[in-house]
């Protein structure tokens, strides 16, 4: 559902985190609900995903590996 990654994004910007999960739940009139974030998360679990959103709410076709984007982050920093 989209709206759970715009409100991800828009927490994301908002605290400065470079990396958080989400994780939502919808309630009886389908509105998303957040229930969990955490800065930890299996690598595993996503070198399987076909792409991602990038945070212009673009999606990016093609596989990943999210490590690599905390490296890019390190690196931009330095």
């Given at each position: ?5 715009e409100?991800?994004?828009n ?36 070198y ?31």
């Open positions: 559902d989209q709206r759970c990654i409100i991800s994004f927490i994301s910007e908002r605290l400065n985190f470079n990396c958080m999960t989400y994780d939502y739940v919808f309630d009886e009139s389908d509105n998303p609900l957040l229930v969990e974030i955490s800065y930890g998360f299996s690598k595993d679990a996503y399987l995903c076909p792409g991602y959103w990038d945070n212009s709410l673009n999606w990016v076709e093609g596989f990943f590996k999210p490590e690599d984007f905390m490296i890019e982050d390190i690196i931009k920093t330095i």
